[in-house]
């Protein structure tokens, strides 16, 4: 920031706000509210193999393009070669950009030769010779190791963060830290901002989440953020938080659900934005119903989202025909599916895309079937039931109307607990329940309709060739 | 030129970086060792920070500038604190804020410099200050 006062006006207003370096990667730029501080010290920490290296090597060239180089130094964990090689095979390598915008040097030797605090005059060398506006240390933890003791790490912790911040550049410390080395190490005492990443072991798959434990003089979005390493860097999917209703206005209208007969039960259909839970057992009509409710949307000219994690692609399309419906004709106008495989269900990036969907093809109504196969494959049931709420409120700010399936044999929604919860979350609860004694007897009962008067007598559901009649 | 600073790694890299450009450099850590040697040196230019012991920078400008000998020094303030207004009440020729990016200190220094020098023909300060 300059200022020359030529003038008694000429000069610009007295901030110490500070500018942002985006990671290359918008969904962690929105967790951390636009990137790290500009020369700030950071340390990205977690275990081997969570990513550390990557997401620092998609900043590094996400910001390779000023005529300051940005300068990947090398310690003792892994050999330049390796770092490099392995980094070649991801999307946003750029060759040409290697020896001149992005530099990789080697400390190695150098820190074996002569220890530790080998380091900080390696570090002011570059500063002299190379401009650096980036540096990047990998691993600091290495670096750490080394040290003889801790008053000498804190005595290199010290010169390393005088000269950093002395300096224009803006410094990652990348490393395999425990959580209870942040209260003892001295480097988490000069960091200005803390990432961490973790990877859980999840039945044959892992979860991994990015986490801001400290990001100094900013705010950021706190919790787990779920991500995937992918050939073109971290693909991460922040967690969902409860939307801001200030500019909400709640319309006053009611909606058809699309299924004969249930809208006079439950007051004339329910309110648009509304979220209705339908809770039954397998082959209750659930599913069909979520169909019919979608499709009736679809059918006025509203885009519908089906979100489904059992039926496959083809067993949707059989489905919509058996309705009535040509699924050619229903994706063209409106009708989009959404199928995950359970075996691959990542709750976090199903929500993300739920949320491109409504975003991108101006979805009006959502069906998620069911919403058991999210509990089954989520490591956290509060985590889930956080997300849940949250997704249920951002539908309702978009004025969205939702059906949440829910499998339950015994038509309860759970043990009063969850059911609590899920009676909270939602507007309307529809129970359906077959017939004890004869199973292809089922009736439907409405538990539940918010702001609304509803019959809560039991009524006779017929499943026909095309859907479901509530009696 | 003078700079006045105490922190080691700053003072390290501004002697470095001006004298690559071509100055040389005196440094003082504190205000008043500063005036002392302004009045010793009579530097073209002082570049001061405000967090400096026993005078700070502001002061040290406002004593420069009122100083019959050394008013025509020119003073950048080069500081860790956003204080551009400030800097400018205290009679200062410039501000630049931390941290040290050679290129903003060396291009304002030389500016600085070149408007001195047209100002004052005759007093032509040059590369060697």
Same mark, same amino acid.
């Given at each position: 920031?300059?200022?020359?006062?030529?003038?008694?006006?000429?000069?610009?207003?007295?901030?110490?706000?500070?500018?942002?370096?985006?990671?290359?990667?918008?969904?962690?730029?929105?967790?951390?509210?636009?990137?790290?501080?500009?020369?700030?010290?950071?340390?990205?920490?977690?275990?081997?193999?969570?990513?550390?290296?990557?997401?620092?090597?998609?900043? =590094?060239?996400? $910001? *390779?393009?000023?005529? %300051?180089?940005?300068? &990947? @130094?090398?310690? +003792?964990?892994?050999?330049? #070669?390796?770092?490099?090689?392995?980094?070649?095979?991801?999307?946003?390598?750029?060759?040409?950009?290697?020896?001149?915008?992005?530099?990789?040097?080697?400390?190695?030797?150098?820190?074996?030769?002569?220890?530790?605090?080998?380091?900080?005059?390696?570090?002011?060398?570059?500063?002299?010779?190379?401009?650096?506006?980036?540096?990047?240390?990998?691993?600091?933890?290495?670096?750490?190791?080394?040290?003889?003791?801790?008053?000498?790490?804190?005595?290199?912790?010290?010169?390393?963060?005088?000269?950093?911040?002395?300096?224009?550049?803006?410094?990652?410390?990348?490393?395999?830290?425990?959580?209870?080395?942040?209260?003892?190490?001295?480097?988490?005492?000069?960091?200005?901002?803390?990432?961490? =990443?973790?990877? $859980? *072991?999840?039945?044959? %798959?892992?979860?991994? &989440? @990015?986490?801001? +434990?400290?990001?100094?003089? #900013?705010?950021?979005?706190?919790?787990?953020?779920?991500?995937?390493?992918?050939?073109?860097?971290?693909?991460?999917?922040?967690?969902?938080?409860?939307?801001?209703?200030?500019?909400?206005?709640?319309?006053?209208?009611?909606?058809?659900?699309?299924?004969?007969?249930?809208?006079?039960?439950?007051?004339?259909?329910?309110?648009?934005?509304?979220?209705?839970?339908?809770?039954?057992?397998?082959?209750?009509?659930?599913?069909?119903?979520?169909?019919?409710?979608?499709?009736?949307?679809?059918?006025?000219?509203?885009?519908?989202?089906?979100?489904?994690?059992?039926?496959?692609?083809?067993?949707?399309?059989?489905?919509?025909?058996?309705?009535?419906?040509?699924?050619?004709?229903?994706?063209?106008?409106?009708?989009?599916?959404?199928?995950?495989?359970?075996?691959?269900?990542?709750?976090?990036?199903?929500?993300?895309?739920?949320?491109?969907?409504?975003?991108?093809?101006?979805?009006?109504?959502?069906?998620?079937?069911?919403?058991?196969?999210?509990?089954?494959?989520?490591?956290?049931?509060?985590?889930?039931?956080?997300?849940?709420?949250?997704?249920?409120?951002?539908?309702?700010?978009?004025?969205?109307?939702?059906?949440?399936?829910?499998?339950?044999?015994?038509?309860?929604?759970?043990?009063?607990?969850?059911?609590?919860?899920?009676?909270?979350?939602?507007?309307?609860?529809?129970?359906?329940?077959?017939?004890?004694?004869?199973?292809?007897?089922?009736?439907?009962?409405?538990?539940?309709?918010?702001?609304?008067?509803?019959?809560?007598?039991?009524?006779?559901?017929?499943?026909?060739?095309?859907?479901?009649?509530?009696? | 030129?003078?700079?006045?600073?105490?922190?080691?790694?700053?003072?390290?890299?501004?002697?470095?970086?001006?004298?690559?450009?071509?100055?040389?450099?005196?440094?003082?850590?504190?205000?008043?060792?500063?005036?002392?040697?302004?009045?010793?040196?009579?530097?073209?230019?002082?570049?001061?920070?405000?967090?400096?012991?026993?005078?700070?920078?502001?002061?040290?400008?406002?004593?420069?500038?009122?100083?019959?000998?050394?008013?025509?020094?020119?003073?950048?303030?080069?500081?860790?604190?956003?204080?551009?207004?400030?800097?400018?009440?205290?009679?200062?020729?410039?501000?630049?804020?931390?941290?040290?990016?050679?290129?903003?200190?060396?291009?304002?220094?030389?500016?600085?410099?070149?408007?001195?020098?047209?100002?004052?023909?005759?007093?032509?300060?040059?590369?060697?200050?």
């Amino acid at each position: 920031m300059i200022a020359q006062f030529q003038h008694a006006t000429d000069h610009p207003a007295e901030t110490s706000d500070f500018l942002r370096i985006s990671t290359g990667n918008p969904q962690a730029d929105a967790i951390l509210c636009g990137g790290f501080p500009v020369n700030s010290v950071n340390i990205v920490m977690g275990q081997p193999g969570t990513g550390k290296t990557i997401f620092a090597e998609q900043l =590094l060239f996400h $910001n *390779a393009n000023t005529d %300051r180089p940005l300068l &990947y @130094l090398t310690t +003792l964990s892994e050999p330049m #070669s390796k770092v490099v090689s392995y980094a070649q095979r991801l999307g946003f390598f750029n060759v040409e950009q290697i020896g001149t915008r992005v530099l990789y040097d080697d400390l190695g030797a150098d820190l074996s030769a002569h220890g530790p605090s080998a380091l900080v005059p390696r570090v002011l060398d570059a500063i002299k010779r190379l401009s650096p506006s980036i540096i990047i240390i990998d691993s600091f933890k290495a670096v750490h190791d080394l040290a003889g003791s801790t008053t000498e790490m804190r005595r290199i912790v010290s010169e390393l963060g005088g000269v950093l911040s002395a300096y224009d550049v803006t410094a990652f410390l990348l490393g395999e830290y425990t959580q209870e080395n942040i209260e003892s190490y001295p480097e988490f005492a000069v960091a200005d901002s803390i990432v961490q =990443l973790e990877r $859980n *072991a999840l039945g044959a %798959r892992d979860e991994r &989440y @990015l986490r801001v +434990l400290k990001l100094r003089g #900013s705010a950021y979005r706190e919790g787990q953020h779920a991500f995937r390493i992918t050939d073109t860097g971290l693909q991460i999917f922040p967690r969902l938080v409860t939307p801001n209703f200030a500019n909400y206005t709640p319309t006053l209208e009611r909606t058809s659900m699309g299924i004969e007969g249930l809208d006079t039960i439950i007051g004339g259909g329910v309110w648009r934005g509304s979220t209705t839970l339908l809770v039954g057992s397998t082959g209750s009509g659930k599913s069909t119903m979520g169909l019919q409710f979608a499709l009736e949307a679809v059918n006025r000219g509203e885009p519908a989202l089906f979100v489904n994690f059992q039926e496959n692609p083809a067993q949707v399309e059989r489905m919509v025909r058996s309705l009535g419906t040509d699924p050619q004709v229903a994706a063209r106008t409106g009708f989009h599916h959404l199928y995950t495989s359970p075996v691959e269900l990542q709750i976090d990036s199903v929500i993300v895309d739920i949320f491109n969907f409504i975003e991108t093809a101006g979805v009006r109504r959502v069906v998620i079937d069911a919403v058991g196969d999210l509990m089954t494959a989520a490591s956290d049931a509060q985590r889930l039931h956080d997300f849940l709420y949250s997704l249920v409120q951002h539908f309702v700010v978009r004025n969205v109307t939702t059906v949440l399936n829910l499998e339950s044999a015994t038509g309860l929604v759970g043990g009063r607990e969850q059911e609590q919860r899920w009676s909270y979350m939602s507007d309307n609860v529809l129970v359906l329940v077959r017939g004890e004694d004869d199973p292809a007897e089922r009736t439907l009962r409405v538990i539940k309709t918010r702001n609304s008067a509803h019959d809560p007598a039991a009524h006779r559901v017929e499943i026909r060739g095309d859907g479901v009649h509530i009696l | 030129m003078l700079v006045v600073e105490r922190d080691p790694h700053v003072r390290e890299l501004e002697l470095f970086f001006l004298n690559e450009a071509g100055y040389s450099v005196d440094f003082a850590e504190d205000g008043e060792a500063a005036l002392k040697l302004a009045h010793e040196r009579k530097p073209a230019i002082v570049i001061t920070e405000i967090m400096v012991p026993k005078l700070d920078g502001l002061a040290l400008c406002r004593k420069i500038k009122a100083d019959p000998v050394l008013g025509d020094t020119v003073v950048l303030v080069f500081s860790i604190l956003a204080a551009h207004g400030r800097a400018r009440d205290a009679g200062a020729d410039a501000f630049l804020m931390k941290p040290l990016a050679e290129r903003r200190l060396v291009d304002t220094v030389r500016e600085l410099l070149a408007r001195r020098a047209a100002i004052q023909p005759r007093s032509q300060p040059g590369q060697a200050q």
